[in-house]
């Protein structure tokens, strides 16, 4: 069994959110007192640190980080213990009017009903449900980050306010490395590393979040999506194509205009009839399963498509490729009996683990988003159906032995799900294949199929998406490596460089020789210094370089230079491409010149 990445343990996060969200209110406080005028609203932790979001007369940046760090740590090392105080909304009301606070007087409007809390640590108080360190000497180890823009409720009719974000850890070796892995990040950023390595852009006069794939990052999305229909098609898949855009009437019958409409765009008028870009594939797969009538001899039926779909995402939330507004989803839906649902997740699983292996993600965290039962309204279906699919899902995991988490209230609006979480190199988690059980929407669109004894049942249906999108994935590879593709992604794998203009003929013949041999190689014929050349290979990334001075023409050999620096002198052509086709073939993650 390929091992999961084990989570944190409820209690360990629970400890650690608390000083997270207790750094946040000592922050709240260091800024009121070194910038008079600034109104506080919210304060929570999030994963790896904390923020608070402040509207303030004074514009805040980096630069105010060192004194507001200082005060922090003045407050901390103050001992005052964060002490909780149910109060009457009347006097919670009149507190936080007297102090001119108008975000905590509108949050308290929405609480209506519910117990009324404030948190005080030495003279802050706070409107807060709890979640604390006993005291404030817990805060030790912190760190502030950025600063960002933030809509009042993520609102952007409301007033934009600024987020100051930061970071806790329990101990200075774990803050040290948290802020060591943030450094490597940057480094990795996909949006710098896209542009300088030419892979894709956003272009301000299209949009935000639309993608442009230039040529090495085209070519790279061919050989993911190539790889993906293959081996679809070996597991059984049946490959469909379906139109962008529908009649609003398809996505009021599956629900989405009633579950998803805030992140629809909004209707085309065409011939006085209303459409939708489509925001899934769902709808459309359900069609082409509707289009005639089913036999159980017929199921599974597995339809994949990678289908391009629309989401109105905030221009605020947008991020390279990884947050986008147009994406293309490697989707599949399969439609199934009830005896085979079980088999078919499991199915599912094992594809996703082949797509960690094959792009050389060793670690993973498996999540069960189930639905939250004090919130009916939320989701579709009766909760006999969410029980059922939700055993199903956990009963395909404890069978592979797979460690996996349950997480309330974040399934679908329509089914439980599997979602896993990959680990990357410099071990960041990233959301990625969902495994989605559904048993709303056949029913809303009365499929059914004609069973063994002539009744007609309707069949059960699973959504699946291993790469989660193209785009996504694309991001997400690019962080992993850092922009040094394995041999069999890289969009370029072989530079061949003139040391002289004599050698010209020689580098285009070779090139011609590799490319005919499956390798995917071009010639750097420029009259620059080779050690120019080669600098400038390794700033492209390229796998392997080739240089052809007189002697290896007139020797008939190679001088190979490898991305890591490491050369070989005298290198056969016949070994050199046997080599390298071998370590393309293989899908291997690092160079196997061993192999040559």
């Not at 542009?195 to 990052?217: E, M, N, R, T, Y």
């Not at 996703?352 to 939250?372: I, Q």
């Amino acid at each position: 069994m390929n091992a999961a990445a084990k989570a944190e343990s409820p209690a360990s996060q629970q400890s650690l959110d608390a000083l997270r969200h207790s750094c946040a209110h000592v922050m709240a406080q260091a800024v009121q007192e070194l910038f008079p005028g600034t109104k506080i609203t919210i304060g929570p932790a999030i994963d790896n640190g904390f923020y608070y979001d402040f509207d303030s007369p004074h514009r805040f940046t980096e630069e105010d980080f060192p004194a507001i760090e200082k005060r922090m740590r003045q407050i901390a090392e103050g001992n005052h213990p964060f002490v909780g105080k149910e109060i009457s909304p009347e006097e919670s009301r009149k507190y936080w009017e007297s102090r001119g606070e108008p975000y905590k007087v509108e949050i308290l409007d929405g609480l209506k009903g519910q117990t009324i809390t404030h948190y005080t640590h030495g003279t802050f108080t706070d409107l807060c449900r709890g979640g604390h360190c006993e005291n404030t000497r817990a805060i030790r180890h912190f760190k502030l980050l950025s600063v960002a823009g933030a809509y009042w409720r993520g609102d952007e009719k409301n007033p934009m306010l600024q987020r100051l974000y930061g970071t806790a850890w329990p101990s200075k070796q774990e803050l040290d490395a948290y802020l060591k892995m943030l450094d490597e990040a940057k480094a990795r950023d996909h949006r710098k590393l896209g542009a300088a390595l030419d892979l894709f852009s956003v272009q301000d006069l299209a949009g935000p979040g639309l993608i442009f794939w230039h040529p090495k990052g085209a070519r790279m999305r061919l050989i993911m999506e190539d790889w993906l229909k293959t081996e679809a098609l070996r597991r059984g898949y049946d490959l469909v194509n379906t139109p962008h855009i529908a009649n609003v009437e398809l996505w009021n019958t599956s629900g989405h205009r009633s579950f998803y409409k805030d992140n629809m765009f909004s209707e085309i008028e065409v011939e006085k009839a209303d459409y939708q870009l489509k925001p899934m594939n769902c709808p459309f797969h359900i069609l082409i399963y509707k289009n005639r009538l089913r036999s159980y001899r017929d199921l599974p039926l597995r339809l994949a498509e990678l289908g391009t779909v629309y989401r109105y995402e905030r221009s605020g939330v947008l991020h390279g490729l990884l947050r986008v507004r147009g994406f293309t989803q490697d989707d599949a839906h399969i439609f199934c009996a009830p005896e085979q649902i079980e088999a078919e997740v499991d199915g599912c699983v094992d594809f996703a683990l082949e797509v960690f292996k094959t792009f050389g993600f060793s670690r993973y965290v498996m999540e069960v988003s189930t639905w939250d039962a004090a919130k009916p309204g939320d989701y579709s279906g009766a909760a006999e159906d969410w029980e059922r699919a939700q055993k199903a899902l956990e009963s395909v995991l404890s069978k592979r032995g797979i460690e996996y988490s349950l997480i309330k209230g974040e399934a679908a609006f329509y089914g439980p799900k599997i979602d896993v979480k990959l680990i990357d190199a410099i071990g960041r988690p990233w959301q990625l294949s969902t495994v989605q059980f559904d048993f709303n929407l056949p029913q809303k669109f009365g499929l059914e199929y004609v069973a063994a004894d002539g009744s007609h049942r309707r069949p059960l249906m699973v959504h699946r998406a291993l790469y989660g999108s193209i785009e996504r994935f694309f991001g997400i590879l690019i962080e992993h490596y850092a922009g040094s593709f394995p041999l069999w992604l890289a969009p370029l794998q072989v530079k061949v460089m003139s040391l002289t203009d004599e050698q010209a003929p020689a580098v285009r013949d070779l090139v011609g020789r590799l490319s005919r041999a499956g390798l995917r190689a071009a010639a750097d014929l420029r009259p620059e210094k080779i050690n120019a050349k080669i600098r400038d290979a390794q700033l492209e990334k390229i796998p392997y370089m080739v240089v052809l001075g007189p002697r290896d023409v007139a020797a008939g050999v190679l001088s190979v230079r490898l991305r890591d620096g490491r050369q070989f002198q005298g290198v056969k052509e016949e070994s050199f491409v046997n080599a390298l086709s071998r370590e393309q073939d293989l899908k291997r993650t690092a160079p196997s010149w061993e192999d040559a």
